[in-house]
């Protein structure tokens, strides 16, 4: 087990270019002891947990056109992506492992962020119903339902900690690498209209607030990671290019090179990777 913090960004399915990574990872018997992941990156987080090389890649590029999971024409429903789909459904295709899952002494942290307050909240394996929360941290605004966790409704984590190594920071763990899904010189440049958001979120203030400053937290996110990465501090493997990826990208060559990409950077990084962790 290597002491350190993995921390996972979401990215809707640019996360097939983290299941690169991660599979390389995995490839490579690279465990860390704590895994904190948002979005997409909660939901390759449990596959890494169970030890399931390549199944992350399989379900999200083998069933991206199976309208069971992705249904745009519920849009209305505010249900284009059906995470049960991923716990049900694909199950039955390729089983998951609850048993190594459970059993792993990995701790494992999910993000999500509380509509009512607007705050992220980090759910631990073990003390919650964590794959509820991993729901949760993966439900997008806009086109998901909220989940409830103990009666407060709660949605992606992106929303209010796109990318949380300060919570690895906050745990004291001395190695932390982030996977990024962005290349390291991205910045967003709009934040949406608040407007539109109060059109969707009218009855909770506090999310209307964080959303609509989510955008501009994040640039302010990743200005902090490239000065703790050029210290030392953290180690980030992303995109060796810019990650031309939809947020639900239709087109499976475009996710199948980004997943290769991820296996290629990790692979590139990973004499580095072994030099910072010192092993």
């Not at 009855?203 to 955008?215: E, G, Q, R, S, W």
């Not at 499976?252 to 004499?271: I, N, P, Q, T």
Request: charged share 30%.
């Amino acid at each position: 087990m290597i002491k350190g913090c993995l921390v996972l960004e979401g990215g809707a399915f640019r996360g097939v270019y983290e299941e690169g990574i991660i599979d390389f990872l995995m490839e490579n018997d690279m465990y860390f002891e704590c895994v904190i992941g948002v979005s997409a990156g909660a939901l390759n987080g449990v596959n890494y947990l169970s030890k399931q090389i390549g199944r992350s890649a399989k379900i999200n590029i083998g069933h991206r056109h199976d309208k069971r999971y992705i249904n745009e024409v519920k849009v209305l429903q505010k249900k284009i992506v059906n995470l049960n789909f991923l716990f049900e459904e694909a199950a039955k295709e390729y089983p998951f492992d609850y048993d190594t899952f459970a059993s792993s002494k990995q701790r494992f942290i999910a993000v999500a962020t509380n509509c009512k307050t607007g705050k992220a909240e980090y759910f631990e394996k073990g003390k919650c119903d964590i794959f509820a929360a991993v729901k949760a941290s993966a439900s997008m605004p806009f086109i998901s339902d909220t989940v409830e966790i103990d009666g407060i409704p709660y949605l992606d984590g992106g929303c209010a900690d796109k990318i949380p190594y300060d919570k690895a920071i906050e745990e004291g763990y001395a190695k932390i690498v982030v996977l990024r899904t962005r290349d390291a010189d991205y910045r967003k440049e709009i934040d949406y209209p608040k407007s539109i958001i109060e059109t969707f979120y009218r009855d909770y203030p506090a999310f209307v607030d964080i959303l609509a400053m989510t955008n501009k937290l994040y640039n302010e996110q990743c200005d902090r990671l490239e000065i703790l990465n050029k210290l030392g501090i953290v180690y980030t493997i992303g995109p060796s290019e810019p990650l031309n990826v939809g947020r639900l990208e239709k087109d499976l060559e475009v996710l199948k090179d980004a997943y290769e990409l991820g296996r290629k950077d990790a692979e590139a990084s990973f004499e580095g990777l072994k030099a910072y962790l010192g092993i």
